[in-house]
């Protein structure tokens, strides 16, 4: 396990329809974090969980997104009823708990979802 | 509120000159802070960061960073710049042990050989 793995890698789905993602953290990482990124953009934050807990949710985050990190180790991100609004790049990332020195965050290569 | 801005959408650099990408962040306690660098279709790469400690802190590719306290400020720099630092650089903090990191809007930096 050399970083964090995102998949898919793309996905294109028809406005209506429900996607969900999967990430996978580095193996001994507690925090896990879901950022969206639209072109040229920074990330934006949507949520992030410490083992299973989801500890925070963006509010500007709809009713339509849900994330869940059952068992401390992978997350999935699901959207339902697409808009061609969330058309975007879904970033993950893991760390450890930060109050150390090995506080950053360490990022997947995402997953480009497009809706259509 | 808790924020970071990078006030240049865009650096032009001539090759071999040095660079500087600019930082700011909300006043609010003792922050730490992050660089991170994106190159097209891939994820961040984180770079350096500023924890405690000394205010220039040095990292990956010959990047170094100066943390200013006074001026809120936390620039990336690099002596000599290369073609291949073309990219797109953020700048994120995270204000304490519990909170996000939140990021700042980006900058892209051009090195002109």
């Known amino acids: 396990d050399t970083g964090v793995s995102q998949n898919p890698r793309h996905k294109i789905t028809k406005r209506g329809q429900n996607v969900t993602f999967r990430c996978d953290p580095i193996?001994?990482?507690?925090?896990l974090y879901w950022y969206r990124q639209t072109l040229g953009q920074g990330p934006e934050f949507l949520t992030y969980?410490?083992?299973?807990?989801?500890?925070?949710k963006s509010r500007l985050l709809s009713d339509r997104f849900s994330a869940e990190r059952p068992k401390g180790s992978f997350s999935t991100l699901e959207i339902q009823r697409t808009e061609q609004g969330d058309s975007a790049m879904y970033l993950c990332?893991?760390?450890?708990?930060?109050?150390?020195?090995?506080?950053?965050?360490?990022f997947g290569q995402g997953t480009r979802l497009t809706v259509v | 509120a808790q924020s970071v801005a990078q006030p240049e959408d865009q650096v032009n650099v001539a090759e071999g000159n040095p660079l500087t990408v600019k930082c700011t962040y909300s006043?609010?306690?003792?922050?730490?802070l992050f660089w991170y660098v994106q190159y097209p279709n891939r994820g961040l790469q984180f770079l350096l960061k500023?924890?405690?400690?000394?205010?220039l802190v040095k990292g990956s590719y010959g990047f170094e960073a100066e943390f200013n306290k006074s001026q809120t400020s936390f620039h990336l720099k690099k002596p000599s710049a290369l073609v291949s630092d073309s990219a797109l650089y953020f700048c994120?903090?995270?204000?304490?042990?519990?909170?996000?990191?939140?990021f700042g809007s980006g900058t892209r930096l051009s090195i002109r050989p």
């Open positions: 990332a893991s760390s450890l708990s930060p109050g150390g020195a090995n506080t950053e965050a360490f």
């Open positions: 193996s001994e990482h507690n925090r």
């Open positions: 969980f410490q083992n299973e807990a989801q500890l925070e």
């Open positions: 006043v609010s306690g003792n922050p730490y």
């Open positions: 500023y924890i405690t400690g000394d205010n």
């Open positions: 994120a903090v995270r204000y304490s042990s519990a909170s996000k990191i939140i």
